[in-house]
């Protein structure tokens, strides 16, 4: 198999696991496929941080479409690619009929904090961003490093204007107690009141 047929490979099943097989899955099980769309209007960050998704999305399988702009080893980007799309499936079969994409208010979904949530609270970001690096270091060009730093900017402003207000505002003092436990992307990195928020 070529690095072409290998990378148009591991990029179809990251696609069909996180964004065809999921959400039928979540149809099956709950009646809903899950996806709630851009979370208000372009004067809200979470409205952007949808829109940079939404360019990743698309710049992924483009940046097959270019060159290779330096030669690289192919087996580091296959693994680190491969454990990422890994992580993003289960840690999104891990949250259950709570899983979604997007955030609407009305939405009272239970707070998962166990399993891989007990280590970071967004492994779902983790295994996509995981994903991004790993494809950048199999087929690194210009579109691909872009992907990468679209879906960056997409998960930071989710995460930090979007998701965890409307949890905060949900669960209270059980997310609060979580979220000063468990790291936002990385282990022990981003919790709150640990002088390691950044993360």
């Known amino acids: 198999m070529t690095r072409l047929q290998l990378s148009v490979s591991l990029v179809s099943g990251y696609f069909l696991g996180a964004l065809v ?18 979370s208000g209007t372009p004067r809200d960050a979470g409205w952007w941080g ?23 080893p192919p087996a580091p980007g296959v693994i680190v690619a491969s454990f990422g799309a890994l992580l ?19 939405d009272r979904t239970a707070l998962v904090t166990t399993g891989l949530f007990a280590v970071v609270r967004n ?22 490093l872009s992907a990468a730093v679209a879906l960056l900017v997409a998960v930071e402003l989710q995460v930090r204007f979007v998701e965890e207000p409307y949890l905060h505002r949900l669960h209270g003092d059980a997310y609060r107690a979580w979220s000063r436990r468990v790291g936002r992307f990385i282990p022990g990195v981003g919790r709150f009141g640990s002088g390691t928020a950044g993360g």
């Open 123 to 144: 492994p779902i970001f983790t295994g996509m961003l995981t994903f991004a690096a790993g494809l950048v270091a199999l087929w690194p060009n210009v579109l691909s």
């Open 50 to 72: 949808g829109l940079a998704f939404i360019a990743s999305l698309v710049l992924t399988p483009l940046a097959l479409w270019r060159p290779l702009s330096i030669e690289t």
């Open 88 to 106: 993003t499936f289960f840690a999104q079969s891990a949250m259950g009929a709570s899983w979604r994409i997007g955030v609407r208010e009305s």
């Open 21 to 38: 097989l999921r959400p039928l899955l979540h149809r099956l099980r709950t009646g809903a496929w899950g996806f709630h769309g851009l």
